[in-house]
């Protein structure tokens, strides 16, 4: 996406270990009018996939998420962090290492809000080696709901994630796709969409 790869050129930062910082625009500070490019770019993509529902992962999935949720016409729900949770048999659960802070979370959805006749989107901020993806991906299939797609705002082509996905048998929607982020400079791949 045009838009998108223009503004990580001029705003985005490439910190040490394959890390790319986009908090002016996306994980901190949010654009509402790329988001809404953005949001409305995923809903191109799946426009004929019957989507129920769009899902993601608090914090930097909501923004993204829920513009693609409104051209979609249907509800997001973003799976929550703690810490402390205990299982619960009105939660669908599930652990999530962490590629930023490193650390493993427990994610959880409400079960009222995910169910077997749900078709899903998962949306995410970045896709680097996959593990918030499949995270959500299980609590869709705790629920019994169909993951129809991935949509990713921005992958990092060079970790494992798409593979992952793919995989799995999953169509993965990147907008835009980093090959390298070697020297302190973001070179791209040709984008999905
Ligand atoms: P994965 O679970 O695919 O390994 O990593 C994806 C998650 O880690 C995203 O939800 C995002 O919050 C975070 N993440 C991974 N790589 C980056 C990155 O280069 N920059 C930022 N800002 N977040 C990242």
Redesign the pocket.
Known sequence: MKELIERIKTDGRVLGEG????DSFV?HQVDPVLMTQIGERFAECFADSNITKVVT?EA??IAPALYAAQFLGVPMVFARKSKSLTMNEELLTSEVY???KQITSTISISRKFLSAEDNVLII??????????KGLIELCRQAGANVEGIGIVIE?SFQD?RQLLEDMGLKVVSLARIESLSNGEVSFLKEDA
């Open positions: 890390v790319l910082k986009v994980t992962i930097s999935g962490s590629f930023t995410d901020d970045f896709l680097a080696n996959g593990q918030a993806a990092k994630g």
